[in-house]
């Protein structure tokens, strides 16, 4: 029961904030086009009442120079259970040329379609920041999110993600993650009820041949998840051709 309790608070509820689940990435600004991807993520979150694990896998292309689109399946895995979470199509806008300012900005909007019909449509959308000096790289994301054509009322939820990379080489860099739900846009919880996740993290990027890479991320990630310690391990791999 615990783990089925668990499992429901992380996918998320409407008279509570919305969690994000354990395969949670931060979103880049920058669009390459022409660029066409095969992305995998996976994740898993341990937790005091239970285990949480959830993956996708999603096709995306640059269709132009300022607009990159993926289409995603995903899937989560709770009380020894695997089963198809949701359908999610990612549109994320590069509104200003890389480099050129002190803050390159992107726009994300995200449309998904759970399984369960009675949670609706969730569409996630905000700004996506990138700053760098010299060998570091600063990210920070402020999002929103609500589900609409829910059997049940809910309310837009504020989520943040940041990151920070310092690049050895381009095969390798370190640095931190961390993300978090704050409550409503206009009314955030208490600081102790608030969803707060960081750690350690690694990247890097293998150039396979002309226009192929792999590129890599993973994180481990410690925090604090409705009143609950929680330790999350998660992974990206990229493909790009």
């Given at each position: 029961?615990?783990?089925?309790?668990?499992?429901?608070?992380?996918?998320?509820?409407?008279?509570?904030?919305?969690?994000?689940?354990?395969?949670?990435?931060?979103?880049?600004?920058?669009?390459?086009?022409?660029?066409?991807?095969?992305?995998?993520?996976?994740?898993?979150?341990?937790?005091?009442?239970?285990?949480?694990?959830?993956?996708?896998?999603?096709?995306?292309?640059?269709?132009?120079?300022?607009?990159?689109?993926?289409?995603?399946?995903?899937?989560?895995?709770?009380?020894?259970?695997?089963?198809?979470?949701?359908?999610?199509w990612e549109n994320k806008f590069q509104l200003t040329e890389i480099g050129k300012y002190?803050?390159?900005?992107?726009?994300?909007?995200?449309?998904?379609?759970?399984?369960?019909?009675?949670?609706?449509?969730?569409?996630?959308?905000?700004?996506?920041?990138?700053?760098?000096?010299?060998?570091?790289?600063?990210?920070?994301?402020?999002?929103?999110?609500?589900?609409?054509?829910?059997?049940?009322?809910?309310?837009?939820?504020?989520?943040?993600?940041?990151?920070?990379?310092?690049?050895?080489?381009?095969?390798?860099?370190?640095?931190?993650?961390?993300?978090?739900?704050?409550?409503?846009?206009?009314?955030?919880?208490?600081?102790?009820?608030?969803?707060?996740?960081?750690?350690?993290?690694?990247?890097?990027?293998f150039v396979i041949g002309n226009r192929q890479a792999i590129k890599y991320n993973t994180?481990?990630?410690?925090?604090?998840?409705?009143?609950?310690d929680s330790k999350t391990l998660r992974l990206q791999l990229e493909y790009e051709f």
């Open positions: 029961m615990k783990k089925i309790l668990v499992a429901a608070l992380l996918a998320g509820s409407f008279t509570a904030p919305a969690y994000s689940g354990p395969a949670e990435y931060v979103y880049m600004p920058k669009v390459e086009y022409g660029e066409r991807e095969i992305d995998i993520k996976y994740g898993s979150r341990k937790m005091n009442g239970g285990d949480l694990s959830a993956a996708s896998i999603g096709l995306g292309f640059g269709l132009t120079e300022y607009w990159f689109s993926e289409v995603y399946v995903k899937y989560n895995r709770a009380n020894d259970t695997t089963s198809l979470d949701a359908y999610e002190p803050i390159d900005v992107g726009m994300l909007f995200e449309v998904e379609r759970p399984q369960d019909r009675t949670e609706g449509y969730e569409v996630t959308f905000g700004p996506l920041l990138q700053t760098e000096f010299d060998k570091l790289q600063l990210n920070a994301n402020l999002l929103f999110k609500r589900n609409y054509r829910a059997d049940s009322a809910n309310t837009m939820q504020t989520k943040y993600q940041v990151q920070a990379k310092y690049r050895l080489k381009k095969e390798f860099a370190f640095g931190m993650q961390g993300f978090g739900e704050l409550g409503d846009y206009n009314h955030w919880l208490p600081a102790s009820e608030q969803s707060h996740r960081f750690g350690p993290a690694i990247f890097g990027k994180a481990y990630l410690v925090g604090k998840t409705l009143n609950t």
